[in-house]
């Protein structure tokens, strides 16, 4: 910048300078060269012409010629002395042109001293032969005069022409010097230019444009763009740019990070449209389901839910609101349907996913596998309701059973019946043979009651060696009786266990209903009085619920 | 009619163009003394006409010229190719410039050939009919 404009200032300067001169050139040009060369021009003219008035006169005897030449006379006098005058107003003449000058001016005068007497006189008619000296010195007088204005004319002529010549030649050189100076100039602003474009754009943005493509190729650190002046734009460029690169990274982080955490988590992660058509699953969903990924994506929810209560399976256009409310779950317990059709008990929770400016962009489903857990429920449900040991209904499933049994009996109007089993000497058994063969026995005795009974009848094990059997449909005592007799009969076969032989036999309490109780206590309380008079009685036998009994 | 017309014509015809007439009319004179015998032409023109002014023995020549009439006027003509008054001017051109001093001049034959008689280095021209013994003739060619 400062280059050119020094540069521009040294060439107006210049400019300027050689217009001042080639002013004075031709102010002097105009105001005496010119002058001088028109002047002494013109003179000349004047001087052949006054000669060709005089020869006219002469020639053809013509007197107005020859007056008409004398006339020109003080014009040329004048027009000498106007040039003598020029002269010396410049400085510096040389003398030879001023003594050149002065004797012109003499010269003059005496030629024309002598013409204008002479050739007047010849006009009017006299013999020139009288005056042939006198011609002949006039005649040299006047080529003397003539070669003189001729040279004059000839020396201011070329005077002027030397003097415009200079001038072009100088004009030319200033021109030229100029067209140099200009053209140097301009190369070295192209340079000045170049090189400051280089430093402050050019290395700037190609450090840009190669940290942009490390970028691309994985580069995370441009030490060349930090150390960037932030002051000027592109040093802002690039600062901006860092700033992204950094705020990418952390993005690109953030998005592995959740990525990672979406693909690592044991529950299943099921992303749907509003439509209900899955858009992305996570890893567990496929391990979950057996499925690959894309069996799933672009699939509706029902593949995987199988049931779908709401908005039927066909996917509708913006199903928000009322469609989508009836999938919102909170640890909800489905089923899940895998590739081979298996169902899967799942804990889910679905909510709706919505973008930046909150509108519904589908919704999320997290499920999590409840199949152990569900196991896990039932078993203790199992434990809860049955015998470990045999497996029969425990006392609490038993006395459901009993009081819906009863409650069924008595809306049907028919006979039910209540057993009490009490095993004979299990202790003694248990003491002496071992709580393994005990348990074995109680095992044993189950299957066989079980095989005993009719399948709506019930055995419960009620504790220790006590069972109770509910004979549902009764059609009377003789049932129970029959049913109490096989099972003593089962009872004589022995129990094997470990090679070892158990014998054993059990006392049966019979309670009827309604015969022999209205209600469960009743029944329960008499049945268990039966078996005790069959115990009393030595065991191994049955008895039916007499009012006698009770009364003993 | 036809007889003036013709008249008028011829006499016309010679006016106007008087140089036609072939017939040499003039005589070539110089000084007895002098030994020219022939000229060529030429040469008598640039004598005539002043451009040649030195006889071969570097005498200078002394040219004769006639005031006028028909000798003057068809030398005029046929060796200078000029019209009396052309070469009158032509004097007097040279005169005036002082390129040169016009000649003498002398109104008749008579005169001319006393002139050239009387000086060895003059020149002239005389009808040839008055042509005597006093001068020497020369030849044109």
Not at chain 1, 201 to 227: D, M, N, Y
Not at chain 1, 473 to 479: A, C, M, N, R, V
């Amino acid at each position: 910048m400062n280059v050119a404009f020094i540069g521009f200032l040294v060439a107006t300067g210049f400019a300027l300078y050689s217009y001042k001169q080639q002013q004075i050139h031709l102010t002097h040009l105009r105001d005496f060269d010119f002058h001088l060369a028109m002047r002494s021009n013109e003179l000349l003219n004047m001087f052949v012409l006054q000669k060709n008035y005089y020869k006219e006169s002469f020639l053809f005897g013509s007197s107005d010629s020859a007056r008409s030449g004398n006339l020109l006379c003080t014009k040329i006098t004048a027009e000498i002395e106007a040039i003598i005058k020029s002269e010396r107003s410049l400085h510096g003449l040389p003398l030879s042109r001023v003594e050149g000058l002065a004797g012109l001016n003499k010269m003059y005068n005496d030629y024309v001293e002598q013409a204008t007497e002479l050739y007047p006189l010849l006009a009017e008619g006299n013999d020139p032969n009288d005056y042939i000296e006198a011609l002949q010195s006039l005649a040299t007088a006047q080529n003397e005069l003539q070669n003189t204005l001729e040279f004059f004319a000839e020396f201011y002529r070329q005077h002027f022409s030397d003097n415009v010549s200079t001038l072009m030649g100088l004009t030319n050189r200033n021109s030229r010097f100029l067209t140099v100076f200009f053209v140097l100039l301009l190369v070295t602003m192209s340079l000045v230019v170049n090189w400051a474009a280089k430093r402050t754009l050019i290395t700037p943005l190609t450090h840009i444009k190669e940290a942009v493509r490390a970028f691309g190729r994985g580069q995370r650190s441009f030490p060349a763009l930090e150390r960037m002046n932030e002051k000027d734009d592109i040093g802002e460029l690039g600062v901006a740019i860092i700033t992204m690169t950094k705020d990418l990274v952390q993005t690109t982080v953030s998005k592995a990070y959740v990525d990672s955490i979406l693909q690592n988590m044991n529950d299943s992660l099921i992303v749907t449209s509003n439509t209900f058509l899955i858009r992305s699953v996570n890893r567990a969903t496929l391990n979950l389901l057996g499925y690959k990924a894309d069996e799933l994506i672009g699939q509706h929810m029902n593949k995987v839910l199988g049931e779908f209560p709401c908005g039927g399976t066909e996917a509708k256009g913006n199903a928000l609101d009322a469609e989508t409310a009836c999938q919102l779950w909170s640890n909800a317990e489905k089923q899940f349907l895998t590739r081979d059709g298996v169902e899967i008990p799942v804990l889910v929770s679905s909510s709706r996913l919505k973008d930046d400016e909150n509108a519904d962009q589908g919704l999320v489903y997290v499920a999590k596998d409840i199949t152990e857990r569900k196991k896990a429920e039932q078993k203790l449900e199992q434990m809860a309701l049955y015998d470990f040991l045999t497996g029969l209904p425990n006392r609490m499933t038993f006395s459901d059973r009993l009081e819906q049994t009863l409650k069924q009996a008595y809306r049907e109007g028919r006979q039910a019946g209540l057993m009490f089993l009490d095993l004979d000497r299990f202790k003694e058994i248990n003491d002496s043979m071992g709580h393994d063969s005990g348990d074995a026995l109680l095992q044993t005795v189950a299957v066989r009651l079980i095989s005993c009974v009719r399948e709506s009848d019930t055995v419960a094990r009620l504790g220790g060696d006590e069972f109770a059997v509910i004979l549902d449909t009764l059609h009377g005592p003789q049932d129970a009786v029959n049913t109490a007799e096989r099972i003593l009969e089962a009872f004589d076969e022995p129990v094997v266990h470990e090679g070892k032989e158990i014998l054993s036999s059990a006392s049966i309490g019979i309670a009827l209903y309604p015969v022999d109780g209205q209600n469960t206590v009743e029944l329960l309380k008499n049945a268990d009085l039966a078996m005790y008079q069959a115990k009393q009685s030595g065991g191994n036998s049955y008895s039916r619920f007499s009012t006698t009994i009770d009364q003993g | 009619m036809k007889l003036v017309t013709c008249f008028i014509a011829f006499t016309l015809f010679l006016i106007l163009f008087p140089a036609r007439m072939e017939a040499a009319d003039f005589a070539l004179v110089v000084n007895k003394n002098n030994p020219l015998q022939s000229m060529e032409r030429s040469d008598v023109k640039k004598i005539f006409l002043g451009k040649k002014t030195f006889w071969p023995d570097d005498q200078r020549i002394e040219v004769i010229l006639q005031t006028g009439g028909d000798i003057h006027r068809s030398f005029a003509y046929e060796i200078l190719n000029k019209s009396p008054r052309q070469l009158s001017l032509y004097w007097k051109q040279a005169l005036f410039s002082g390129t040169g001093v016009p000649p003498r001049q002398y109104s008749d034959d008579q005169s001319v050939q006393e002139a050239v008689a009387s000086n060895v280095q003059a020149i002239g021209y005389v009808d040839i009919f008055q042509l005597d013994e006093s001068v020497r003739k020369i030849d044109l060619f």
